[in-house]
T-cell receptor, first 117, second 114 residues
C-alpha cells in the first residue's frame, strides 16, 4: 500500500483563523514532507521531517507551523494566513533509509485545497 | 547549479499514437531522475525512476523512460496514448548529496485527443 492520506480535502479560512492540516501514512516511512503548489506550477518544498525531527525548513513564514507527533502523522498548523497562501498543500513520505535519501521515491497524498479569504 | 528543464508547456497527441514528454537535466555527479503525473486537483502519482543500471526504465500504466547520459535527457514515452493519459507531467531530479530535495521541472501538460 503506497497511500498517503490528507484531511481535510478542502479548507476555507479567514485571515484571523487558526486551522490545521493533517497527513497520515502507514508505510513505515520515516521522512515526511510538506509542499505548497500553485496552479499549473511544480510543488515547492516547505518542510521535511526525518525520524520525527525537523530536517529542512525552506525559510517558510512562521504563520506555518509543522508538527510531527509520531512517525505516521504530520500536521501543518496555520495561523494568520494571507490570501496569497491559497494553494494546494501536499504531503509526501519516503522511506529514508540512512544515507540513501536521494534515491528514495516520495509518495504524495491527494492534497488539501486551501482558500484564504 | 542543478536544474531540470521540460521544454514543452503542452504536448498534444492523438489517441493510439506514441507519446513523448521531454526532460533534460543538469547535475553534478550521478543523477537520480523521477517522473510523476498529476491529475486535476490531485496529488502527484509516481510513474518511474532511474537510479542506476539499465537505461530503459519501465514504470506504471505502460510508461517508460530512457536515460541518456550523453544528451543529459530522461524523456518519458508510451507506445500508444490513451485519452485518460491527459494530465500534467513533472520530471524531477534528486540532489545527490543525501538530502531530501527534489528539483522539479516546470511541468508539461499532455493532451490526448480522441
Amino acid at each position: 500500500d503506497t497511500e498517503v492520506t490528507q484531511t481535510p480535502k478542502h479548507l476555507v479560512m479567514g485571515m484571523t483563523n487558526k486551522k490545521s492540516l493533517k497527513c497520515e501514512q502507514h508505510m513505515g516511512h520515516r521522512a515526511m514532507y510538506w509542499y505548497k503548489q500553485k496552479a499549473k506550477k511544480p510543488p515547492e518544498l516547505m518542510f521535511v521531517y526525518s525520524y520525527e525531527k525537523l530536517s529542512i525548513n525552506e525559510s517558510v513564514p512562521s504563520r506555518f507551523s509543522p508538527e510531527c507527533p509520531n512517525s505516521s502523522l504530520l500536521n501543518l498548523h496555520l495561523h494568520a494566513l494571507q490570501p496569497e497562501d491559497s494553494a494546494l498543500y501536499l504531503c509526501a513520505s519516503s522511506q529514508d533509509l540512512s544515507g540513501r535519501a536521494s534515491t528514495d521515491t516520495q509518495y504524495f497524498g491527494p492534497g488539501t485545497r486551501l482558500t484564504v479569504l | 547549479a542543478q536544474s531540470v528543464a521540460q521544454p514543452e508547456d503542452q504536448v498534444n497527441v492523438a489517441e493510439g499514437n506514441p507519446l513523448t514528454v521531454k526532460c533534460t537535466y543538469s547535475v553534478s555527479g550521478n543523477p537520480y531522475l523521477f517522473w510523476y503525473v498529476q491529475y486535476p486537483n490531485r496529488g502527484l502519482q509516481f510513474l518511474l525512476k532511474y537510479i542506476t543500471g539499465d537505461n530503459l526504465v519501465k514504470g506504471s500504466y505502460g510508461f517508460e523512460a530512457e536515460f541518456n547520459k550523453s544528451q543529459t535527457s530522461f524523456h518519458l514515452k508510451k507506445p500508444s496514448a490513451l485519452v485518460s493519459d491527459s494530465a500534467l507531467y513533472f520530471c524531477a531530479v534528486s540532489l545527490t548529496s543525501g538530502t531530501y530535495k527534489y528539483i522539479f521541472g516546470t511541468g508539461t501538460r499532455l493532451k490526448v485527443l480522441a
